[in-house]
């Protein structure tokens, strides 16, 4: 029923590519309503009894095989969608090229890395952020976001990109990434982002590493859906079903889960 294999200390190019060819993203329709629309990917990590974090950070709950398949879907995607929170709290940097993947991207037509998108309605990034002035980096706000942020940001050489008014809109930010010909998109968390692509029924795949640990205390869930005044649903409910699982010798299991109607691999 399964797909089976092992993942741990994958480091080999070979290796790599194996797991590339596992997650490569399904084939775009080639006409029809959904020829322009991304797939959307989230890659998330969770504890046994649920916490999305560990000491604050997701990080603290990974392995190597987690570092080895988070690369591979890195490696994958067109552009790496995060909120900024997560990014900052977690301390990213640009995405870089990796060698190991370079042929495959190559191969589809790819730029050599992935681009990156923060989500941001407060505009709550610091100036000095390292990826901001980055040309490959883009942050997707909405109109009403301070202004003294805004200027900030762009004072920094930031690319502001407005989805929406009040709202960063979910589809305003997918319609973003179709015009940008970012196909491939990967999100990243965190989990009120990956809410808000849930409650707009806009996930295709999930990837989800269950971490060999209990955590307990009051860490959140890969998703939060709701809050105070958004007006969105409390709870959603969609289904998905298994594409595969891997595992490792250090208790990491690593499933992918697809939206019914979407094809596994390529």
């Known amino acids: 029923m399964f797909h089976l294999q092992k993942a741990t200390q994958v480091t080999s190019d070979d290796e790599l590519g ?8 399904p084939p775009r329709p080639s006409s029809g309503p959904g020829a322009a629309a991304p797939f959307v990917r989230a890659n998330m990590v969770a504890s046994i009894d649920g916490a999305v974090t560990y000491d604050g950070k997701s990080g603290g709950l990974g392995g190597p095989g987690d570092r080895a398949v988070f690369r591979v879907l890195r490696g994958l995607a067109d552009v790496i969608l995060v909120g900024a929170g997560t990014a900052t709290t977690e301390g990213y940097g640009r995405p870089q090229a990796d060698e190991a993947l370079a042929a495959h991207r190559e191969s ?8 990156l998108a923060l989500v941001s309605r407060s505009l709550s990034i610091p100036p000095d952020f390292e990826p901001v002035a980055d040309p490959g980096t883009v942050v997707l706000t909405c109109t009403s976001a301070p202004a003294d942020r805004r200027r900030a940001l762009l004072d920094a050489g930031a690319t502001l990109v407005d989805c929406g008014d009040d709202t960063v809109s979910t589809m305003a930010i997918l319609d973003h990434c179709a015009d940008r010909g970012w196909s491939r998109v990967l999100c990243e968390g965190g989990p009120s982002l990956l809410g808000s692509l849930v409650t707009a029924d806009a996930l295709d795949e999930l990837c989800l590493t269950t971490s060999p640990h209990l955590v307990g205390g009051d860490a959140g869930r890969i998703v939060a859906t709701g809050g105070s005044g958004s007006g969105e649903p409390s709870a959603v409910l969609h289904a998905l079903r298994p594409a595969s699982i891997l595992t490792d010798d250090d208790g990491f299991v690593f499933t992918r889960w697809l939206r019914h109607g979407r094809a596994s691999t390529m």
């Open 108 to 115: 589809l037509g790819q730029a050599p890395a992935p681009a």
């Open 18 to 25: 194996q797991l590339a060819e596992l997650y490569r993203y």
